[in-house]
């Protein structure tokens, strides 16, 4: 049978048009009406159009979600399950993401400007990948006896935590919420989800899937709405016995303060980051390093958490790879999210790109040069884009340096020899990711261990891959995401002894 063409960019703005996603707070396993009604229109940063209005939620609404969440969890509807039992629902649930793709992807790309080939060809293989994953590892978990001798029993079990607040970010609203989703559920947990107010959309379709696939009633709660309400009642529930929180440092600070005001529950951090690139002289491909330097900071505009946002060069190489990054950044230019040719995309909304050019005039003002880029554009009407941007003459004290931009900026350092570009790639508040580039394996390799990051990358940037955890040092944030690692973020240790003298 021939094989259905794929979708133009005419046949995803005519899909757009006709798109009519879920609106509403989804609580106990229904859609519900916010206590406080009324709704927010959620406009897309394409053309600033809107997509949807949205039902704002409220504190009480977050109470009703934690309480359905509560009596799902006490009532062991879903903890209590066999392992084996939870795999197949969260298969069927990973199965159900991959059948709805399309809608998923449009969802996405409308909701935060991501190019559509990559939130089909990324964001939602990605989340399936990850739900399927956790799925899997649900009846592989086992626990210890202790060595205590004849006279005694001791088991050690993993047992789930208990009810999980999760805070997603707007920057890979599909992505995270898997990391957040997979490792809670296939571990028994109960769950309110909070979206970012900016990208509500694909929650609240999870919601749906997670339902269909079988989740118990209560299993997951999505309640969109502001952090200021929504995400503060959380976070100062005592009921709620954990939060999983990606975003930024300020907010991260509330809600450890918040959790200790109210019941001391653990909060899992991650708040991004100012990921230096070392590239050094006798790094083995110039071009592979320009090209991985250009894709780790202006894919999805910049808007990643670990992008390679600060470029560390060796002062010898420094004219030849500085010509090959603006090459690169002037072939990246930002087009129409739903064209599947683009490649780059738009800035979440009009506020973020008015702060983000709020820092390229930052940089100016303190010295540095921009080589390209700098000033928005506009491939669609109304929509909020700036092209691949390059400051050069940067300093590691500017602001620009050190302070995270949160977009397709990217700052241009230089040093003299390896152990100042790594004093230099140290000198910040965090410590989320970092590469180095050179030929000299043992010289990566005591680099590397000195480089405060949770994760480095060697003659490449930001390879990934679930098995593996993300998370980093510093003000970054503590925990991980990803790998078995998460799986202990979401239990706790239980000591049964029993005497047999």
């Not at 002289?281 to 250009?294: F, H, I, M, Q």
């Given at each position: 049978m021939p094989e259905t063409a794929a979708p133009t960019h005419a046949d995803w703005i005519?899909?757009?048009?006709?798109?009519?996603?879920?609106?509403?707070?989804?609580?106990?396993?229904?859609?519900?009406?916010?206590?406080?009604?009324?709704?927010?229109?959620?406009t897309t940063p394409r053309d600033g159009s809107v997509i949807a209005e949205v039902a704002v939620g409220g504190a009480r609404d977050a109470e009703r979600a934690v309480s359905a969440a509560r009596r799902a969890f006490d009532?062991?509807?879903?903890a209590?399950?066999?392992?084996?039992?939870?795999?197949?629902?969260?298969?069927?649930?990973?199965?159900?993401?991959?059948?709805?793709?399309?809608?998923?992807?449009?969802?996405?790309?409308?909701?935060?400007?991501?190019?559509?080939?990559?939130?089909?060809?990324?964001?939602?293989?990605?989340?399936?990948?990850c739900l399927q994953w956790y799925a899997e590892a649900a009846d592989k978990q086992y626990g210890e006896v202790g060595p205590t001798g004849p006279e005694a029993l001791s088991l050690?079990?993993?047992?789930?935590?208990g009810v999980v607040a999760a805070l997603v970010p707007w920057n890979y609203p599909l992505i995270i919420t898997a990391w957040k989703l997979g490792p809670a559920l296939a571990t028994g947990n109960s769950v309110v989800l909070k979206p970012a107010s900016q990208s509500p959309l694909t929650a609240l379709k999870l919601a749906e899937l997670a339902a269909e696939a079988g989740l118990p009633d209560g299993v997951l709660n999505v309640v969109p709405g502001p952090g200021t309400t929504v995400g503060e009642a959380l976070a100062r529930d005592p009921r709620v016995d954990k939060i999983a929180f990606t975003g930024s440092i300020d907010t991260g600070r509330r809600l450890l303060h918040a959790a200790a005001d109210s019941n001391l529950k653990p909060v899992q951090l991650e708040m991004?980051?100012?990921?230096?690139?070392?590239?050094?002289?006798?790094?083995?491909?110039?071009?592979?390093?320009?090209?991985?330097?250009?894709?780790?900071?202006?894919?999805?505009?910049?808007?990643?958490?670990?992008?390679?946002?600060?470029?560390?060069?060796?002062?010898?190489?420094?004219?030849?790879?500085?010509?090959?990054?603006?090459?690169?950044?002037?072939?990246?230019?930002?087009?129409?999210p739903l064209d599947p040719a683009t490649v780059l995309g738009s800035l979440v909304d009009a506020g973020h790109l008015a702060r983000v050019m709020g820092y390229v005039d930052i940089g100016r003002a303190e010295g540095a040069v921009v080589l390209t880029?700098?000033?928005?554009?506009?491939?669609?009407?109304?929509?909020?884009y700036l092209p691949p941007?390059?400051?050069?003459?940067?300093?590691?004290?500017?602001?620009?340096?050190?302070?995270?931009?949160?977009?397709?900026?990217?700052?241009?350092?230089?040093?003299?020899?390896?152990?100042?570009?790594?004093?230099?790639?140290?000198?910040t508040d965090y410590g989320l990711a970092a590469a180095v580039w050179t030929s000299d394996l043992r010289l990566a390799h005591r680099l590397s261990r000195r480089i405060?990051?949770?994760?480095?990358?060697?003659?490449?940037f930001d390879a990934a891959d679930v098995t593996v955890p993300f998370g980093g040092f510093k003000q970054s944030g503590s925990g991980r995401d990803k790998s078995l690692h998460a799986l202990e973020g979401y239990t706790q240790l239980k000591t049964t002894w029993m005497d047999l003298s």
């Amino acid at each position: 049978m021939p094989e259905t063409a794929a979708p133009t960019h005419a046949d995803w703005i005519e899909r757009a048009r006709t798109l009519r996603p879920p609106t509403r707070p989804f609580i106990d396993g229904d859609w519900a009406d916010p206590v406080g009604g009324g709704s927010v229109a959620d406009t897309t940063p394409r053309d600033g159009s809107v997509i949807a209005e949205v039902a704002v939620g409220g504190a009480r609404d977050a109470e009703r979600a934690v309480s359905a969440a509560r009596r799902a969890f006490d009532d062991g509807r879903w903890a209590d399950r066999k392992p084996v039992e939870r795999k197949r629902v969260l298969l069927r649930f990973a199965d159900l993401v991959r059948e709805h793709a399309a809608d998923l992807a449009l969802l996405e790309s409308l909701d935060v400007g991501h190019p559509i080939r990559d939130a089909l060809d990324v964001d939602v293989p990605g989340a399936a990948n990850c739900l399927q994953w956790y799925a899997e590892a649900a009846d592989k978990q086992y626990g210890e006896v202790g060595p205590t001798g004849p006279e005694a029993l001791s088991l050690v079990t993993r047992e789930p935590i208990g009810v999980v607040a999760a805070l997603v970010p707007w920057n890979y609203p599909l992505i995270i919420t898997a990391w957040k989703l997979g490792p809670a559920l296939a571990t028994g947990n109960s769950v309110v989800l909070k979206p970012a107010s900016q990208s509500p959309l694909t929650a609240l379709k999870l919601a749906e899937l997670a339902a269909e696939a079988g989740l118990p009633d209560g299993v997951l709660n999505v309640v969109p709405g502001p952090g200021t309400t929504v995400g503060e009642a959380l976070a100062r529930d005592p009921r709620v016995d954990k939060i999983a929180f990606t975003g930024s440092i300020d907010t991260g600070r509330r809600l450890l303060h918040a959790a200790a005001d109210s019941n001391l529950k653990p909060v899992q951090l991650e708040m991004g980051g100012k990921s230096p690139q070392l590239i050094l002289a006798d790094a083995p491909d110039l071009d592979a390093a320009a090209a991985a330097v250009g894709w780790g900071i202006f894919y999805n505009a910049g808007q990643t958490c670990n992008a390679g946002s600060r470029v560390l060069v060796q002062r010898g190489i420094r004219d030849a790879f500085l010509a090959k990054v603006v090459a690169f950044a002037e072939r990246m230019q930002p087009g129409d999210p739903l064209d599947p040719a683009t490649v780059l995309g738009s800035l979440v909304d009009a506020g973020h790109l008015a702060r983000v050019m709020g820092y390229v005039d930052i940089g100016r003002a303190e010295g540095a040069v921009v080589l390209t880029g700098g000033m928005p554009v506009s491939p669609v009407a109304g929509g909020s884009y700036l092209p691949p941007t390059v400051l050069a003459g940067v300093r590691n004290d500017m602001r620009v340096a050190r302070e995270e931009i949160f977009g397709p900026v990217v700052s241009i350092l230089e040093f003299d020899d390896p152990i100042e570009g790594v004093a230099m790639a140290n000198d910040t508040d965090y410590g989320l990711a970092a590469a180095v580039w050179t030929s000299d394996l043992r010289l990566a390799h005591r680099l590397s261990r000195r480089i405060r990051a949770g994760m480095v990358w060697v003659n490449t940037f930001d390879a990934a891959d679930v098995t593996v955890p993300f998370g980093g040092f510093k003000q970054s944030g503590s925990g991980r995401d990803k790998s078995l690692h998460a799986l202990e973020g979401y239990t706790q240790l239980k000591t049964t002894w029993m005497d047999l003298s």
